[in-house]
């Protein structure tokens, strides 16, 4: 059981360059989010989903898009990269999408540099 | 909008004291759950423990517990018997019942000294 899974670990981008973090989980988890986590501010919450072909916007959603195709995978793109979008991404799933207080279940993370 | 303040950026302490991180936030809402979050420095987010806010009782987890005051409106970690694995930034969030989004504060990081 894999769980959350993130990839790449690392990244390195030119500033205008596009990309996409990939995010799967195996536990068919309905709801799945996006986070960045900056120093100083804790995780603030990008773009997050209640299922398949539902999601919705977080606190910071500007530059950045996603989709949720399946219930698995729920990936992230970056349009047109800016050094502000320099973070650490996690992906996160929890079992049920009605707010039941359900622990949520990270990725480990992705290190997205933009130069 | 739900606000969660931790107001000690960084703490220390020597392994096997008891050491307690603050946590307080804003909330209109009644119904909601509150967790705290480890992540050491292998960059994982771990769930500490959780608490049902229409739960009166603390809740406890091995060596951690916490101490809600909903009127207060505040919600701090203590841990018992302090271990150098226990190193780590620990963040404290807020879910309001019917979302799961969670909203975080902006963390305090421990090391435990030995």
């Known amino acids: 059981n894999a769980g959350v899974t993130q990839t790449p670990k690392f990244q390195v981008l030119k500033t205008g360059q596009s990309m996409t973090l990939q995010c799967a989980q195996d536990?068919?988890?309905?709801?799945m989010s996006w986070y960045r986590q900056d120093p100083g501010m804790g995780l603030r919450l990008i773009h997050y989903s209640v299922g398949a072909g539902i999601t919705d916007q977080g606190e910071v959603p500007n530059g950045y898009n996603v989709s949720r195709s399946t219930t698995e995978d729920f990936p992230l793109r970056l349009l047109s990269a800016a050094p502000s979008q320099t973070s650490v991404y996690f992906c996160a799933s929890s079992y049920s999408s009605r707010g039941g207080g359900q622990p949520q279940h990270f990725g480990d993370g992705t290190r997205l540099s933009i130069l | 909008a739900q606000t969660v303040t931790q107001s000690q950026p960084e703490m220390s302490v020597q392994e096997a004291e008891t050491v307690t991180l603050s946590c307080t936030y804003d909330t209109s809402e009644n119904n909601y759950y509150l967790f705290w979050y480890k992540q050491p420095p292998s960059r994982q987010m771990i769930l500490v423990i959780r608490q049902e806010a229409y739960k009166q009782q603390n809740a406890t987890e091995n060596r951690f517990s916490v101490n809600f005051q909903k009127a207060a409106k505040s919600f701090s970690l203590k841990i018992s018997d302090s271990q150098l694995g226990d190193t780590a930034m620990y963040f404290c969030a807020f879910m309001k019942l019917g979302n799961e989004k969670l909203t975080f504060g902006t963390g305090t990081r421990l090391t435990i000294i030995p």
């Open positions: 536990m068919n988890h309905e709801y």
